[in-house]
């Protein structure tokens, strides 16, 4: 059976771009820009365009994975210059033989212990998770892994890897982190684009002074 399903891009993006997603036998088949959203028009970008290579390729890790073997390459470890005694001398690393397929159960556990291992010796600040936006959006992220980190006890990091810099720009211009809405756009006199290539960068913003 064959549907189209619309839905929105989950990338850590303003634009939240419409998309209609073939489904076919309960496999996406093919993704689209949604024409019909009033502000990405049927836009993709070319990250989001090619979603359906990266969601079923053969590399895509699907299960937890423990390394067996010692991170980089071996034969690279020195910090010698080439040609020198003691320089590296490149070797080839079989992926495959660095990793080990686990359970679940064995995945969790592992990270449990360890954890507990942290806590028990330094405390449960020494534990400091970072991350930030990525593939989330606004209905799944920030919440649940807040709650856990919470709990546990760990450190608490300011989750703003690079926004805190516009954040900054806003208030010092505006006084107030509020952005415009993309209608509001053509009805103004002039719109400068400082340091930014509209074309590349803010698509969005094109259509609308155009």
Not at 70 to 76: F, H, R, T, V
Not at 101 to 121: K, N, V
Request: hydrophobic share 35%; net charge positive.
């Amino acid at each position: 059976m064959k549907q189209v399903v619309h839905g929105a891009c989950p990338h850590d993006c303003p634009d939240a771009c419409g998309v209609l997603i073939t489904v076919e036998d309960g496999r996406a088949t093919k993704i689209q820009g949604d024409p019909e959203h009033p502000v990405t028009r049927g836009f993709l970008c070319a990250k989001v365009a090619k979603y359906l290579d990266r969601v079923y390729s053969p590399d895509r890790v699907l299960y937890p994975m423990r390394r067996i073997a010692a991170k980089g390459p071996a034969g690279q470890r020195s910090f010698a210059p080439h040609g020198q005694p003691g320089a590296a001398v490149p070797t080839q690393t079989d992926p495959t033989q660095a990793w080990q397929r686990i359970s679940w159960d064995e995945a969790l556990d592992e990270i449990a212990s360890r954890f507990r291992a942290i806590t028990t010796e330094f405390g449960s600040e020494a534990i400091l998770p970072y991350s930030y936006g990525g593939t989330l959006g606004t209905l799944n992220g920030a919440f649940m892994d807040r709650r856990f980190f919470h709990r546990l006890g760990a450190s608490q990091l300011d989750r703003t890897i690079c926004s805190a810099a516009g954040e900054a720009g806003l208030k010092s211009v505006l006084g107030v982190k509020l952005g415009t809405e993309p209608e509001q756009f053509r009805h103004s006199k002039y719109i400068i684009a400082w340091a930014s290539n509209i074309h590349g960068n803010n698509v969005h913003l094109w259509p609308f002074i155009t």
